[in-house]
């Protein structure tokens, strides 16, 4: 199960971070990543983290604003938010790939991947 936390609504600029708890499940073999889906639109990957936490990947529409990390002792992924634009207005989803077969530093970007969802998390930036 995950279950994530911390969207709202908030004004462009500043930061916001995001949290995912996942709970039963072992975390260290899970690739974990955030998606979002805009209104209106379909849901896009907005960054993956590798088991060992040493690989990331990003869509290019948040590199260098977001910031995606891990903590293995609580269980958690989070996502940093900094630059906020109004085009970061979305439903943040967090989600957890089995990916045992995978060296620790690898990431997953397509959803097909990923096994299980978090129940989603609305952020709404203004201008």
């Known amino acids: 199960q995950l279950q994530a936390s911390g969207g709202g609504l908030v004004q462009a600029g500043g930061s916001l971070r995001l949290s995912c708890v996942a709970s039963?499940?072992?975390?260290?073999?899970?690739?974990m990543a955030w998606f979002r889906q805009p209104p209106g639109k379909e849901r896009e990957l907005v960054a993956t983290?590798?088991?060992?936490?040493?690989?990331?990947k990003y869509a290019d529409s948040v590199k260098g604003r977001f910031t995606i990390s891990r903590d293995g002792a609580k269980n958690t992924v989070y996502l940093l938010m900094n630059s906020r634009k109004p085009e970061d207005t979305a439903v943040y989803f967090c989600?957890?790939?089995?990916?045992?077969?995978?060296?620790?530093?690898?990431?997953?970007?397509?959803?097909?991947?990923?096994?299980?969802w978090g129940q989603g998390t609305l952020v709404t930036v203004s201008s």
């Open positions: 989600a957890a790939a089995l990916a045992t077969r995978y060296s620790g530093s690898h990431v997953l970007s397509s959803q097909s991947f990923y096994d299980y």
């Open positions: 983290i590798s088991k060992s936490g040493q690989a990331t």
């Open positions: 039963g499940l072992t975390f260290g073999r899970y690739v």
